[in-house]
């Protein structure tokens, strides 16, 4: 990210800082809106309630908490089963882990609520790559595929895996003139309520 901004040298003056998402270094109520992106799909549920209070905690009343992650059941590959991708996330998160938390993107509205945020909207988003796949498409799903593939293989789940083993096969599926792999991307946005004032009575 520092990187990033030394290279933009129209970009506003922004500070980059390396923090955990469970303890940011931050005062309570220092942001008018915070962003998370890509991340709680990484946390177990009791880490993900964690990281919503503390997005809350360094948020002022009446800002805004904003999450963007992963849904994984809008997710598939082509030339493939259709299914190939969903059935394998669906058979994994039989057991707590990293499949399961990809499936659990089209209910975070429910957890900015259960977090305390209010008037939590929520928008979910397709993308899609059709071939020619961009090179840094091609070397990211070709290796999210291949992970996939070797777990499935190694768990024994069903589904022919073995086309996307090797990520630099140059007869992969994503390499196919049909090539094609899409992902939902959900939006959830909450407001951080105002405290109730001293004597209020409103429920």
């Not at 991708?85 to 994994?92: P, Q, V, Y």
């Not at 089209?106 to 939590?120: E, H, K, N």
Request: charged content about 25%; glycine content about 8%.
């Amino acid at each position: 990210a520092a990187g990033r901004l030394r290279g933009r040298p129209d970009a506003p003056p922004l500070v980059a800082r390396r923090a955990g998402l469970l303890d940011l270094p931050y005062a309570d109520g220092m942001f008018d809106a915070v962003w998370c992106a890509n991340t709680t799909q990484y946390l177990d549920d009791a880490e993900l309630a964690g990281a919503l209070a503390e997005l809350r905690r360094v948020t002022r009343p009446g800002g805004l908490v904003a999450v963007k992650d992963v849904d994984g059941s809008l997710s598939t590959v082509r030339p493939a089963d259709p299914f190939l991708i969903t059935d394998f996330l669906r058979a994994s998160a039989a057991s707590p882990g990293y499949a399961r938390q990809l499936l659990r993107g089209r209910d975070l509205y429910r957890w900015l609520r259960a977090a305390g945020l209010t008037a939590v909207r929520q928008r979910t988003i397709l993308m899609e790559h059709h071939a020619p796949l961009t090179p840094a498409a091609l070397r990211f799903y070709a290796n999210a595929c291949a992970r996939f593939a070797r777990q499935a293989r190694d768990e024994g789940i069903a589904g022919n895996w073995a086309p996307f083993l090797d990520p630099d096969d140059p007869a992969g599926p994503l390499r196919d003139p049909d090539g094609y792999v899409s992902e939902g991307n959900v939006i959830a946005v909450g407001t951080v309520p105002f405290a109730p004032m001293d004597g209020d009575e409103t429920p």
